[in-house]
């Protein structure tokens, strides 16, 4: 532990970011690097608690509870309050394939469960992380690292995601020859295509692509495995097969309307706005522009879609959820180190509040209707209030409120159903309850012989660090289906 009464002696310091209207003129990232005299501060605050919760990685109450990739967060603060990047950087590394991700983009369920938190502010430890892996990249330190022999053992990964990639990287590492297929055109699955570039610019996902294809990894692209290629033309050409092909398949608001032209689901519309932004005449036509946007579900996928249409120059933007707003504490049913379900601030909110001068979030109220004019065009939505009944776990419509609202487009962002139906059928391999692929964790193995699944394909949506973690178990499981041992962590 770096000093002994840091907790104590020094105070949280919030990351920085560029300023909340200035940022919404540009798509570049809203986050700025800890400057490092402060980062040795934040990094002291680290109290070396005995049993670090930090690093757990439990799934309670269905939220994750401290680092899935059992990150080693105590060492590597401790490092760098020693101004020990090198070190800090091989602590970080044997854990996390893509710090340069998840430094950046994950809600960093670390915090939540972080000791310090308990009566204090937790340690900024997904700012500390961030820092060390650029730090690293402008030393200069990472580079291609080839495994020096290969096995001649021939791997395929479906889906170039998060999970895809954690699993091609470490199989290579382990010597086997590995490719992986994208059915889109660029690699990366929803960092790419889905997690907006203010969030995460799409060069830090290239940078690692490349670094992998140095490393030996081969990528193909626009190649729907199962449709382009067949499950006997895989078998006959690799050893071993892992599904990564995500869980995409979104959730629909069947109401009256429904068909109506300006409805549209969250992540083709982020889609389209990446694209717009890597190409010169792509992906414009869903535009927010002079628009009156209204988000459909109060999560993180609708705050990207408040902070891409802000930034497309939408007319009003508002963002309904059927929930409660949470409070802005923990309560006693959502304990320390369960993931804190509270009130964020998100990114998106902050922009919006600076922009229109007021936060876009509605709660407990639920559409019941889209309504469009003469041209079958979405003119508006109707929406009742509700009230929590929560010995049913249901809504209850409050008589008397109902209201229209005008829109000229929507963005359904309710959530995801699994994987899509193709996979199973093309695969041959079983599905669970929730539609998602069928392979019990820690297995990682398909009810077909030599096929294995990971990531949100497997879990369901979940998020990036999940889906490292599961690329990297289910490696593990692969080497050891291939070798009959393995030596991967
Ligand atoms: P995916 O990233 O979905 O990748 C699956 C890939 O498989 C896709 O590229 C797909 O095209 C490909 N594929 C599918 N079928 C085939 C086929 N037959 N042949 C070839 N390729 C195929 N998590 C966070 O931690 N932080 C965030 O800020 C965050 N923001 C998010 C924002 C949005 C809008 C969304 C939707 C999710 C967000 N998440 C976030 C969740 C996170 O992105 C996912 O949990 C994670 O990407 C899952 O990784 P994966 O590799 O399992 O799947």
Redesign the pocket.
């Known amino acids: 532990m770096g000093k002994a009464t840091g907790f104590i002696d020094y105070k949280r310091i919030k990351e920085p970011e560029r300023d909340a209207k200035k940022r919404t003129e540009d798509w570049l990232e809203y986050r700025l690097p800890m400057p490092e005299k402060d980062l040795t501060t934040q990094a002291a605050r680290c109290m070396d608690c005995g049993v670090p919760f930090c690093s757990v990685g439990m799934e309670i109450k269905n939220g994750v509870s401290g680092c899935p990739l059992h990150n080693l967060i105590p060492e590597w603060n401790d490092a760098v309050y020693r101004g020990d990047f090198f070190e800090a950087l091989q602590l970080l590394l044997k854990t996390n394939n893509f710090p340069e991700f998840t430094g950046r983009?994950?809600?960093a369920p670390c915090e939540g469960s972080c000791t310090v938190s308990i009566s204090e502010p937790a340690v900024g430890i997904k700012s500390i992380e961030y820092a060390i892996i650029e730090h690293a990249f402008k030393e200069g330190w990472i580079k291609p690292n080839p495994p020096e022999k290969r096995t001649g053992k021939r791997v395929a990964v479906?889906?170039?995601?998060?999970?895809?990639l954690a699993c091609a990287d470490q199989l290579n590492q382990a010597g086997h020859s590995v490719t992986v297929?994208?059915?889109?055109d660029r690699i990366?699955?929803?960092?790419m295509y889905?997690?907006p570039t203010m969030?995460l610019e799409k060069a830090q996902v290239n940078r690692r692509v490349h670094l992998m294809k140095q490393e030996g990894i081969e990528f193909k692209t626009n190649?729907?495995?199962?449709?382009d290629i067949s499950l006997t033309e895989l078998k006959r050409d690799f050893d071993a097969l892992v599904l990564?092909?995500?869980?995409?398949k979104p959730r629909d608001v069947g109401l009256p309307g429904r068909d109506a032209k300006g409805i549209y689901f969250?992540?083709p519309y982020?889609t389209e706005a990446t694209i717009s932004q890597l190409e010169e005449n792509g992906g414009s036509v869903l535009s927010a522009k002079d628009k009156n946007v209204i988000i459909i579900g109060g999560g993180?996928?609708g705050a990207?879609c408040v902070a891409t249409a802000l930034r497309q120059g939408a007319k009003s933007i508002r963002q309904l959820s059927i929930s409660s707003e949470p409070q802005k504490e923990r309560t006693t049913k959502n304990p320390w180190p369960e993931y804190p379900r509270v009130l964020k601030n998100d990114y998106a909110h902050e922009e919006a509040k600076a922009i229109y001068g007021k936060d876009p979030r509605e709660y407990l109220l639920s559409t019941t209707a889209f309504v469009k004019n003469e041209d079958g065009r979405l003119i508006g939505i109707e929406t009742v209030q509700v009230k929590e009944d929560l010995a049913k776990q249901q809504y209850q419509e409050v008589p008397g409120t109902e209201q229209f609202y005008e829109a000229d487009m929507v963005l359904i962002a309710v959530g995801f159903m699994g994987a899509?139906e193709?996979?199973f059928e093309?695969f041959n391999v079983n599905k669970t309850k929730r539609h998602t692929i069928e392979a019990a964790k820690g297995f990682y193995r398909t009810s077909e012989a030599g096929i294995f699944a990971?990531?949100?394909?497997r879990h369901g949506?979940?998020?990036?660090?999940?889906?490292i973690a599961e690329?990297r178990e289910a490696a593990r499981e692969v080497d050891f289906y291939l070798m009959g041992e393995t030596f991967l962590p």
């Open positions: 983009i994950c809600p479906i889906g170039s995601g998060p999970a895809g297929f994208e059915k889109s990366g699955g929803l960092l889905g997690i969030k190649c729907d495995v199962g449709n990564a092909t995500g869980a995409s969250a992540v982020l993180d996928t990207d899509t193709d996979i093309n990971c990531g949100d394909a949506q979940s998020l990036v660090v999940t889906a690329g």
